[in-house]
T-cell receptor, first 114, second 112 residues
Framework: DAGVTQSPTHLIKTRGQQVTLRCSPK?????VSWYQQALGQGPQFIFQ???????QRGNFPDRFSGHQFPNYSSELNVNALLLGDSALYLC?????????????FGPGTRLTVT | QKEVEQNSGPLSVPEGAIASLNCTYS??????FFWYRQYSGKSPELIMF????GDKEDGRFTAQLNKASQYVSLLIRDSQPSDSATYLC????????????FGQGTELSVKP
């Protein structure tokens, strides 16, 4: 049973550039959520995708956007990168979008903005 | 006030002891709660979830929920050095779908 996968593992970008991160959900899961985790902090919710639509969004600017594909995989795009965007980006998948569904995390993408 | 709060620790317990990790939340609409374990440099791993008041046991782990006091805890019995990690408490609010709100995590150190 394949778990959640993310690519790439690490990424170094320059301020002002754009980045795309990718996520494949756990087998059988249809919902993908994205989180940002700064060093020493808990993950912060960015947004959630279900049925190819953004269903919930956290307090992140429009520079953060996403997409979900028919096979349930997802992308996170960040435009105009700032130094403060440096963090671990986590993708989590679940079977369903409700508050009661368990979310399983992928290994994450470590983004460094210089 | 943060929506989900945890003591950052570090919490240090001897091997074989019970480790008690605590979490409080401010939104009474919170419906379900999740405990994750995160080793340094790794992603969070789901340990347990709880929806109803009372205790829920799974092996060496017991989650406790008290909605009246807005309090969630995780007990780890017979703690092992391999349990040394950061433990994250997360809540999900009924009308906010799958948005998980995390505390800052509690660092646990189990000493041999």
């Amino acid at each position: 049973d394949a778990g959640v996968t993310q690519s790439p593992t690490h990424l170094i970008k320059t301020r002002g550039q754009q980045v795309t991160l990718r996520c494949s959900p756990k087998s059988g899961h249809d919902t993908v959520s994205w989180y940002q985790q700064a060093l020493g902090q808990g993950p912060q919710f960015i947004f959630q995708y279900y049925e190819e639509e953004e269903r919930q969004r956290g307090n992140f600017p429009d520079r953060f956007s996403g997409h979900q594909f028919p096979n349930y995989s997802s992308e996170l795009n960040v435009n105009a990168l700032l130094l403060g965007d440096s963090a671990l980006y986590l993708c989590a998948s679940s079977l369903g979008q409700g508050a009661g569904y368990e979310q399983y995390f992928g290994p994450g993408t470590r983004l460094t903005v210089t | 006030q943060k929506e989900v709060e945890q003591n950052s620790g570090p919490l240090s317990v001897p091997e074989g002891a019970i480790a008690s990790l605590n979490c409080t939340y401010s939104d009474r609409g919170s419906q379900s709660f999740f405990w994750y374990r995160q080793y340094s440099g790794k992603s969070p791993e789901l340990i347990m979830f709880i929806y109803s008041n009372g205790d829920k046991e799974d092996g060496r782990f017991t989650a406790q929920l008290n909605k009246a006091s807005q309090y969630v805890s995780l007990l780890i019995r017979d703690s092992q050095p391999s349990d040394s990690a950061t433990y994250l408490c997360a809540g999900a609010i009924y009308n906010q779908g799958g948005k998980l709100i995390f505390g800052q995590g509690t660092e646990l150190s189990v000493k041999p």
